[in-house]
Structures are given as C-alpha cells and as structure tokens.
C-alpha cells in the first residue's frame, strides 16, 4: 500500500528523516513511537506530502506520489490524515465539514454526501452534533469530526499525527476508541502517537524512532516486552513507569 | 442655507455621480483586489512577485496623478473610453491594491492548518482558498474592508479634478454662482459624511453577524 525507500528530510541544516525504509501492507495498522523531535510526525506528514521530500521515493499503491498539481490533489483524496490541532473548518458546521470534500473533490451530489455524512458522523458517535460550529464542540467530539471528514473521502489509507496529543485526558479514550473501530474494520493505517496502550491493543506493528531513524521495528507484543535495541528499552522505560 | 437650498437639482445629480463612481470602483476593486491576494498568497513564485509588485505600484502612486495621467494620458496611445468609465477603472484599479493588503491581511490570520487540512482532502489550492480560507479571511477583516470602503468614497472626489461632474465638482460650480462657499462645501462634505456612516453601519452589522465562534 505504502512504501517509502531511501526518504530524507532536511529543515534547512536539520537533518530530520535519515534514510528511511517503510512499508505498510493493506489492512496493516502501522503505530510510529518515539520522542519528540525524532521525526515521526515529519514522516507521517511526507506520506501525503504536506512536507516535500529532500530525496528518496514514496510509493501509493506501486505509484510514485506525485509532487504537486492535480495528481497530488488526486492522491491526497485517497489518503486521510487527521491532525493533532483537529483542523476543522471553523466557519462550517460539523456536517458541512464532512460534506465538503466528498462534494468538491469527488463530484458528489449534496444529498448523497448530506446521507454519508450524517452516517459517518453516527458511526464516530456524535450524530447529534451535525448542525454545530467546530468552537461548539469539545476537543474528542472535535476530533471524532475529524475523522468522519477524512472517512467521507473513503481513504485507501488512513494517517494519524498524533490524534490525541491535543486532548483533555478524559477524552483521549472516546477517539481510541474510534480508531480501535477502525482497525477492526481493515482500514490500512499510519498512526503517530504517544498513546502505548493504542499501540498495545490495535498496532500490527510498531515503528520505534529516534533522531530522525527507524531504530527498531516490530510486533507489539514482542516490541513492548522485550525491546532489541536500547534506546527503545531507554524510550519505554520512560514512557512506561508511570 | 438658500445658496444649498436653490441648487438641491445640481446637488442631487453630483450625489448621484459620486454614488455611482464610489459603488463600481468598490465592486472593481474588490474583484480585482481579490485575485490579486490570491496571487500573493498562491503556491507559484511568478504569481506572487506580480501581485506584490502590482500592490507596491499603485500604493506609491498619488491617485490624482493616476487619474491625470489615465484622462490625458490614454487618449494620447488611442484608448478613448467615457470619463466616468475612465475614472472608475482608475479607481478601482488603485484601490484594490488597499483590498488586497487586507485581505492578505485575513488569510495570514487563519491558522496554516485550516489550509493543510483543506489540501490534505484533495482540494486544489485555488478550492482551498475558495471554500476554505478565503471566507474565514472576509469575517476577520470586515471593518478594514469598511475602511477602503470610506476611504475609497472620499477619493472619488479626486475625479472633480479631472472633469468628472461628482458631488465635489457640483459644489465648485454651485459655489462659483453664489460665493458662499461655507454652507455649500459643509453641505457636500455632510452628504460625504452621510455615505460614510451608512458605510460604518453596515460593517458593524456585518461583523456581528459574520463574525465567528472560534
């Protein structure tokens, strides 16, 4: 589904993806882990190309990943990302948010994309907040919005920058629990988070990286009890004695 | 007070010059003001070096030497268009560099993830910013709008100065029958005043109703 070969990514002078190697599978739930500022997010970021690459390749689905224009507009429609900020369109209502692209994008007509969107929006649990402004909403409703937005575009793929960073803690569960719904599903996700326990529970694999590497990659299971390398067993170690 | 009273005919066609003149160089100016800041803001480099140079050039250009040189100017090249349409176009053209400035203005105030989530569901730039950002840009800079707007009312009696017959210029002749240049020219300034506030009006309406919950 996704392959990225050779990726790097400067910031000016900051070399922050050094050479890395992915594949996500259809159906594979992928969870990328790892410190702040180890590049995690710039990866997840690169796969739609909201961020350019500075060399290497991506491939969709065995296609080069167009990088601008129409054919990237066209790519873009088939992979949904869900942002830290949520990023809902502010002057819309939630169901207007979840029209729009469906409607723009894909030619829809507006009574087909008003039924998919009322039925997505019930499916993330928040059919009753159709008719609200983004700022009405709290930030797990808000983010659950999200996800109906990036579902109505019927993604091939699906990428998470770390959903629930931005969430009060008593709403992280609400959107997991979503995005655990999700996986069962088969959709074929990328999910960058600190969320372990998500990690633990849906991931088919885990993506551990440090400056701007993959250091270590693998099963969850395997990952969490016995981590090969030791900056995870560093990482987890920290993350996990709380 | 007679001296406004016994030429309220002259006044009235003035006025009426003035409002068209201030209406179709607003719509004008809006038109092209707006893609100009699409320009400004557009992913592509030439787009932007001709936005910004357009923006520059017109906001360092008196307007009344503009209007001169369009009036006497054109004619001289073989482009012969009515006064009035000459004065409008002059003006719009002047001031939609003043629209774009605000508008850029707006869309630098919503947040850059409006627009990446807007790309990130395959919407090309130009629909990002048509349904996107763009109408999130308009709430934030009703009242600057408003401002142009007002400013742009009493620059169109700059178009007195090269003939055309606006509510200044009625005033002027008024006055060169009746020499009583106190009650006539407060009486054209109160009818500018008049626009100005219906102008101020309706921003301060629109903002509360536009205006959006974030």
Known sequence: ???????????????????????????????????????????????????????????????????????????????????????????????????????????????????????????????????????????????????????AMRPKVMLFDEPTSALDPEMVGEVLDVMVGLAADGMTMVVVTHEMGFARRAADRVVFMDGGRIVETGEPNAFFEAPKTDRARDFLAKVLTH | MSAVLDHLPEFW????????????????????????????????????????????????????????????????IGIKAGLLTTAVVVIALYEAAYIAEALRSGVNAVSAGQGEAARALGLSFGQSLRHVVLPQALRTVIQPLGNVFIALTMNTSLAAAVGVVDLTAAANRVNLAEAQPIPIFVGAGLAYALIAACAGFVTGRLERRLGMVR
Request: glycine share 10%; hydrophobic share 50%; net charge neutral.
């Open chain 2, 13 to 76: 066609e003035g006025l009426l010059v003035t409002l068209q003149l201030t209406a179709a160089s607003f719509a004008g100016a809006a038109a092209v003001g707006l893609v100009i800041t699409a320009m400004r803001v557009s992913p592509v480099g030439v787009l932007r070096a001709i936005g910004t140079a357009y923006v520059e050039t017109f906001q360092n250009l008196p307007l009344l030497v503009l209007l001169v040189l369009a009036v006497f100017g054109l004619p001289e």
């Open chain 1, 1 to 151: 589904m996704i392959q990225v070969k050779g990726l790097n990514k400067w910031f000016g002078d900051h070399h922050v993806l050094h050479d890395v190697d992915l594949e996500v599978a259809r159906g594979e739930v992928v969870v990328v882990i790892g410190p702040s500022g180890s590049g995690k997010s710039t990866l997840c970021r690169c796969l739609n190309r909201l961020e350019s690459a500075g060399s290497g390749e991506i491939l969709i689905d065995g296609v080069p990943a167009p990088v601008e224009g129409r054919e990237l507009a066209r790519l873009r429609a088939d992979v949904g990302m869900v942002f830290q900020s949520f990023n809902l369109f502010q002057h819309k209502t939630v169901l207007e948010n979840v029209m729009l692209a469906p409607m723009k994008v894909r030619g829809v007509t507006r009574a087909e994309a008003e039924r998919t969107g009322r039925e997505l929006l019930a499916r993330v649990g928040i059919a009753e907040q159709a008719g609200k402004l983004p700022a009405q909403l709290s930030g797990g409703q808000q983010q659950r919005a999200a996800i109906a937005r990036a579902l």
